[in-house]
């Protein structure tokens, strides 16, 4: 697999996380959270980022319920993936996020919610499922 940079997002209403990694290094780092009150405003942020750090690929968590099904926050995250393909023309892969947010509170040692440590754990778990480099 060729190098790649990563954009990870932990969507939100409210506010997204974001985290960065590559496929080199294969480790995830929290970046920053957005929290643009429109639409406009997030997709402007976003592209700040994406002007910044040139990634190959968005990596966006899937929220499931407790037994792997849909929920309604699932068709929201599929939703803005598709914004970040159709606007970007980035590859964009959906990644199982469950416990994300608890694993990113214990990461802290807080219960304090951190968006952008939950799209780091997000990543590091996409990193994690790549196939070993030959």
């Known amino acids: 697999m060729p190098e790649e ?22 480790q995830a780092r929290p970046l920053r959270i957005l929290t643009a009150a429109t639409r406009t405003e997030r997709f402007a942020r976003i592209s700040e980022l994406l002007h910044e750090w040139q990634p190959e690929r968005a990596i966006v968590g899937l929220p499931l319920t407790l037994d792997g099904g849909e929920q309604p926050a699932s068709r929201l995250a599929r939703r803005f993936a598709n914004q970040l393909h159709g606007r970007y023309g980035l590859a964009v892969e959906l990644v199982d996020e469950r416990g994300s947010s608890i ?32």
Do not use: H
Not at 6 to 21: M, T
């Open 5 to 26: 940079t990563l954009l990870a997002f932990d969507y939100g209403l409210k506010k997204i996380g974001v985290a960065l990694g590559n496929t080199l290094t294969r």
């Open 103 to 134: 694993e990113a509170q214990q990461i802290l040692g807080t219960n304090e919610a951190d968006d952008a440590m939950a799209a780091c754990v997000i990543l590091q778990r996409y990193l994690d499922a790549l196939e070993p480099a030959s």
